[in-house]
């Protein structure tokens, strides 16, 4: 039984081959990928309206920051993490309880990351 | 008058008075004066007709008529009024006293009054009683009159000689003082005894002189303020002027009369207003400045010897000129309105620097000192100028200021603000840059600082008083190494190096401060560019290991075998090494998609231009399409080398583009077609190539992909919108 099984999750991630190796390091975790998309306005819609149980942002959608999408999810309590290589100053104040996943990163590192992030809202 | 007692005494019988009256009127008028008898009362009984006419009345003749004298009213010489019966008559009468020419006043009817001149004695019988007294009186009013005159004016002579404030002396014609007035005497300090009868010649100091004097008198000239030299008793020489003439009786100098008029101060003064004049004359000429003396008009009057060195010209050819004519031509309104304003008197005097022009048309400088000489009544008589040669300084004033103004300027073309206070901390001076970067006007004498507001660099403010430069000069020492910032009204902040530096003077004196602010903007951006782009660059590293870990991961995954997987991902990472390369090459900017697409083909397929064409309208692509054109074509490449159209000798390929405007950029549309390969069969499955290249242009760039695997070869077309 995968460690996060049934547990969906949307993708934002504006390379595309590295979306496709979170991708499959989500599958391999047994997560459902609600979507991947790698676009602020896409992931913006996504975020507002997805079922979903997590997201994990790329820090910088081609050259524009993902913080919108990360307001909303907030806003809606849904968890996530990011995903940057920028490292922790990438991510501005308001935001730095959130987990941080620095790229390249193993599928251990994002197994951690995402157990923190629903641990994080588990406890609020 | 005797004749009265000339008259026979010896007759016994009758008496004299008796005889008188007996002789009759006619004897009476015989006597050649006045004459009246009167008898022992007093009353008149006989008298003459010279007497009647001087009384100027006929009296009346016996008892009750009139008594002791016949005129109308008697007065003493001096006026007072005298009673008949206190006349010398009476007192003949009374007394037997005899009067003689005494004199009365005697006043007619008419009011006119002359003096009597009387002689009165009493008339004895034998036994020597009085019976009566005889008047022969005279009219002396002429003699009186003269007498009176010459003693008057005897008197005015005395006085006029004794008391004259001339002196005069009287000196024989053998040359001895005979007189001499108390003037003379005292303005020599002699007494009478010493000077009078002394010889002349004792008291002339010059001998030629006074033997001049007296051979001019001797020879009848008249001498006229003829100057001399006396010796007075106490040794001291007066100066006298002496005026002459000689007297002469029977063709001989009897002698001369001399006026002398001490003309010793005179003498004194004129002296002293001459040396005066003289050293007034020595000092202007031995004056180093120039002096001149000018008319109204400004006319030359007189110039001493400096002011021609100065100009470099002669006495003559200045005082042939106005002193405008030699002024240089920009001074020439500014002396001519101001002397015209001195002239007229609405000013004292004037100073001004100038410039005029030697005659050999160099230029000198002077200093103009103006003023007037002007009479009793405020009228101008001449103004005098004195002048100083200041080319000298006024050449090093020049180069001063010079040096100033070029270090003015030096310090306004600087590029950083710069401005200047005196040891106070007030500002004195700043420049444009200055202006610039404290976004205000500061105002000269403003404290420390040109700027608005001044913070730390954390933020902190930093009052003006505590500034570098007021610590600078505070503590008289530059300052270096620190950074503010300054605040612009508009709220703009500028952070900046500032450089206060006390200034000194020659003595060491502190006299002020220079401060250059050095605006570090760009520096701080540029750091802060430099932080942005390590950070890109570092993103844009983790990225790309990502890129490569998930190609790693991805094509091992997809690999018939681990010698295909090792191939397919050394393709792949030397193509994402390629695509590094030419954005590398272009700086990460915007790359041609020409030399993009033949750098990504090249390597895989060889030089091969006569079964590879590219073409398409010239169009530049950012960073993020390069990567993924890149990628895409790549992959393309792999494919057709592996099992397209290129695979085999014949086979071509063919990549061509197509721009078209969009509303929200431009759409770009490739093909690429593969013609003369082996046959081609849809895979059955899709590789990790295809979506590959799916994620490329449908997920990163918004575009559509479209594969085909058409028998005689591979077509695929994609477009994205580049720009958007």
């Keep these: ?124 | 008058m005797s004749n009265v007692e000339e008259l026979p005494r010896e007759t016994l019988a009758p008496s004299e008075y008796e005889s008188l009256v007996s002789i009759g009127e006619n004897a009476l008028e015989a006597i050649p004066g006045a004459v009246y008898l009167c008898d022992r009362e007093g009353w008149l009984v006989r008298y003459n007709s010279e007497a009647a006419e001087l009384w100027g009345r006929r009296p009346e003749l016996g008892v009750n008529g009139d008594r002791f004298c016949g005129s109308h009213r008697l007065f003493l010489t001096d006026g007072t009024p005298l009673a008949f019966a206190d006349s010398p008559t009476a007192s003949a009468l009374s007394t037997g006293v005899v009067t003689r020419n005494q004199e009365i006043l005697i006043q007619r009817p008419d009011g006119s009054r002359f003096v009597a001149l009387m002689n009165i004695r009493a008339l004895r019988d034998r036994r020597g009683v009085i019976q009566g007294a005889i008047n022969c009186f005279q009219d002396i009013s002429a003699q009186h009159a003269m007498a009176e005159e010459l003693r008057r004016k005897s008197a005015d002579l005395e006085d006029f000689f004794e008391n004259s404030a001339v002196g005069l002396h009287i000196v024989s014609g053998e040359g001895i003082i005979l007189r001499a007035h108390k003037a003379e005497l005292a303005l020599l300090g002699y007494s009478e005894e010493e000077y009078i009868g002394r010889p002349i010649t004792e008291f002339h100091v010059d001998e030629p002189v006074i033997g001049d004097i007296l051979n001019k008198l001797g020879s009848g000239d008249c001498l006229e303020n003829y100057p001399a030299r006396l010796r007075a008793k106490d040794g001291s020489i007066k100066y006298v002027s002496i005026t002459s003439n000689g007297r002469f009786e029977d063709g001989k100098l009897f002698n001369t009369r001399c006026f002398t008029i001490d003309v010793t101060c005179v003498h004194a003064a004129e002296a002293a207003r001459q040396e005066s004049d003289d050293r007034l004359s020595a000092t202007y000429e031995a004056a180093t400045i120039g002096i001149a003396e000018a008319d109204v008009d400004g006319r030359l009057l007189r110039v001493n010897d400096a002011l021609c060195h100065m100009l470099g010209r002669t006495r003559e050819q200045l005082l042939a000129m106005t002193f405008l004519d030699y002024t240089h031509p920009d001074s020439v309104e500014q002396d001519a309105t101001l002397y015209a304003r001195q002239v007229a008197g609405e000013m004292d005097s004037y100073v001004l620097r100038k410039r005029a022009l030697k005659l050999d048309g160099e230029i000198v400088y002077l200093d103009i000192h103006s003023s007037s000489v002007r009479d009793a009544s405020g009228e101008f008589r001449y103004g005098v100028r004195v002048l100083q040669d200041v080319t000298l300084a006024q050449r090093m004033e020049n180069q001063v200021r010079e040096s100033e103004r070029h270090m003015r300027n030096v310090l306004e073309a600087l590029p950083a603000a710069v401005y200047t206070t005196d040891a106070e901390g007030r500002i004195t001076f700043y420049n444009r840059a200055a202006v610039e970067l404290s976004g205000r006007t500061p105002q000269l004498g403003d404290l420390w600082c040109v700027t608005w507001k001044l913070f730390n660099t954390d933020g902190s403010p930093l009052p003006h008083d505590q500034c570098p430069m007021a610590v600078a000069l505070k503590e008289n020492r530059a300052i270096r190494g620190a950074e503010a910032i300054a605040q612009r009204p508009d709220g703009t902040r500028v952070p900046f190096n500032p450089y206060p530096t006390p200034l000194h003077d020659a003595d060491g004196n502190l006299v002020g401060a220079i401060n250059m602010l050095v605006d570090i903007t760009e520096r701080k951006q540029a750091e802060n560019r430099q932080k942005t782009l390590i950070d890109e660059l570092n993103h844009r590293v983790k990225n790309t290991l990502a890129t490569v870990q998930s190609l790693a991961a991805q094509t091992a995954r997809n690999a018939e075998d681990a010698k295909d997987g090792d191939r397919r991902f050394e393709a792949r990472l030397l193509a994402l090494s390629r695509a590094h390369d030419l954005l590398t090459k272009r700086h990460w900017e915007n790359t041609p998609l020409d030399a993009l697409a033949k750098e990504v083909l090249m390597p895989v397929f060889g030089l091969e231009p006569d079964r590879i064409t590219v073409e398409g309208a010239t169009i530049d692509v950012g960073t993020r399409v390069a990567l993924n054109f890149t990628m895409t074509l790549n992959e393309l490449a792999i494919n057709a080398l592996k099992y397209g159209s290129m695979s085999v000798e014949t086979g071509t390929l063919s990549v061509s583009w197509d721009l078209q405007p969009q509303p929200n950029g431009t759409l770009l549309t490739l093909d690429w077609r593969e013609q003369g390969g082996p046959p081609v069969a849809r895979p059955e499955r899709e590789g990790l190539g295809s979506r590959l290249m799916k994620r490329c242009i449908e997920r990163d760039l918004g575009g559509q992909f479209d594969m085909t695997f058409a028998p005689e070869g591979v077509c695929c077309r994609f477009s994205f919108l580049i720009g958007a």
């Excluded at chain 1, 039984?1 to 989500?26: K, N, S, T």
């Excluded at chain 1, 490292?87 to 994002?110: M, Q």
Aim: hydrophobic share 45%; proline share 6%.
């Design chain 1, 1 to 124: 039984m995968p460690p996060f099984a049934g547990v969906r999750v949307l993708v934002v991630e504006d390379e595309g081959a590295i979306a496709m190796l979170i991708e499959e390091m989500l599958e391999d975790l047994g997560c459902e990928i609600v979507a991947s998309v790698a676009r602020l306005a896409t992931a913006r819609d996504e975020a507002s309206t997805a079922y979903i149980d997590l997201a994990i942002l790329d820090v910088n959608l081609a050259g524009e920051r993902v913080f919108p999408v990360a307001e909303i999810l907030r806003d809606r309590g849904i968890p996530f993490l990011f995903s940057t290589g920028y490292g922790t100053s990438g991510v501005p104040g308001e935001f730095a309880g959130y987990p941080v996943l620095h790229k390249p990163f193993s599928e251990s590192e994002l197994l951690q990351r995402m157990t923190l992030a629903l641990r994080h809202r588990a406890s609020t």
